[in-house]
C-alpha cells in the first residue's frame, strides 16, 4: 500500500484479507464464498477477518448451496427505498406517503425494510394557486425512485 492504495496489482493478483475487509466495511458490500470442503477452514479464517459481510458455502456438484446462502445473504442485506421528487413549482403541494411491509400508510417519502417486502408509495399532489402565465400551465413533475 501507499498512499491508501495497492501498489502491487501487477505483482500479485490480490490484495491483502484486512485491506478487502476494510474496503468490504467502507463500500458495504458482501463477499461470498463457495469452497471445497479441502480449503473450508482456510475460508473460515479469511471470513473471520473480514467480518459478518463474509458468508461461506460448500461447494458441491448439482447443488444449490450457493444460490441458497445468496439469497439468505440478500435477505438479511438492511436496505431502503426513497421516493425522490424534481422541480416542485412554487404553487405545487406534493405530500408522500408509503406502506412498508404491509404496514399502514405513513407521511414520509422513505422505506427501509429486510428482504424482499412489499413497498406501495402514494403522493397526494395538490395546487395552491394557479400560475398568471399560460406558459406555466403545462408542467412536468418527475418523481422517481432511489434504492440503498
Same mark, same amino acid.
Given at each position: 500500500?501507499?498512499?491508501?492504495?495497492?501498489?502491487?496489482?501487477?505483482?500479485?493478483?490480490?490484495? &491483502?484479507?484486512?485491506?478487502?475487509? #476494510? *474496503?468490504?466495511? $467502507? @463500500?458495504?458490500?458482501?463477499?461470498? %464464498? /463457495?469452497?471445497?470442503?479441502?480449503?473450508?477452514?482456510?475460508?473460515?479464517?479469511?471470513?473471520?477477518?473480514?467480518?459478518?459481510?463474509?458468508?461461506?458455502?460448500?461447494?458441491?456438484?448439482?447443488?444449490?448451496?450457493?444460490?441458497?446462502?445468496?439469497?439468505?445473504?440478500?435477505?438479511?442485506?438492511?436496505? &431502503?427505498?426513497?421516493?425522490?421528487? #424534481? *422541480?416542485?413549482? $412554487? @404553487?405545487?403541494?406534493?405530500?408522500? %406517503? /408509503?406502506?412498508?411491509?404491509?404496514?399502514?400508510?405513513?407521511?414520509?417519502?422513505?422505506?427501509?425494510?429486510?428482504?424482499?417486502?412489499?413497498?406501495?408509495?402514494?403522493?397526494?399532489?395538490?395546487?395552491?394557486?394557479?400560475?398568471?402565465?399560460?406558459?406555466?400551465?403545462?408542467?412536468?413533475?418527475?418523481?422517481?425512485?432511489?434504492?440503498?
Amino acid at each position: 500500500m501507499s498512499k491508501n492504495n495497492y501498489t502491487h496489482w501487477q505483482i500479485l493478483d490480490y490484495p &491483502s484479507m484486512h485491506h478487502i475487509a #476494510e *474496503k468490504v466495511r $467502507d @463500500n458495504k458490500f458482501n463477499i461470498v %464464498f /463457495s469452497v471445497d470442503e479441502k480449503v473450508k477452514q482456510i475460508y473460515d479464517t479469511l471470513a473471520k477477518i473480514i467480518g459478518t459481510t463474509a458468508r461461506i458455502a460448500d461447494l458441491k456438484d448439482d447443488d444449490n448451496t450457493i444460490v441458497q446462502l445468496i439469497d439468505d445473504v440478500y435477505k438479511s442485506i438492511r436496505s &431502503s427505498v426513497e421516493m425522490r421528487i #424534481e *422541480k416542485i413549482p $412554487d @404553487n405545487i403541494n406534493i405530500e408522500l %406517503f /408509503s406502506s412498508c411491509m404491509n404496514r399502514n400508510y405513513i407521511k414520509t417519502s422513505k422505506c427501509t425494510f429486510k428482504g424482499k417486502p412489499s413497498i406501495t408509495f402514494d403522493a397526494k399532489i395538490s395546487m395552491n394557486s394557479c400560475p398568471k402565465d399560460k406558459s406555466m400551465w403545462n408542467q412536468t413533475i418527475k418523481i422517481g425512485i432511489q434504492t440503498k
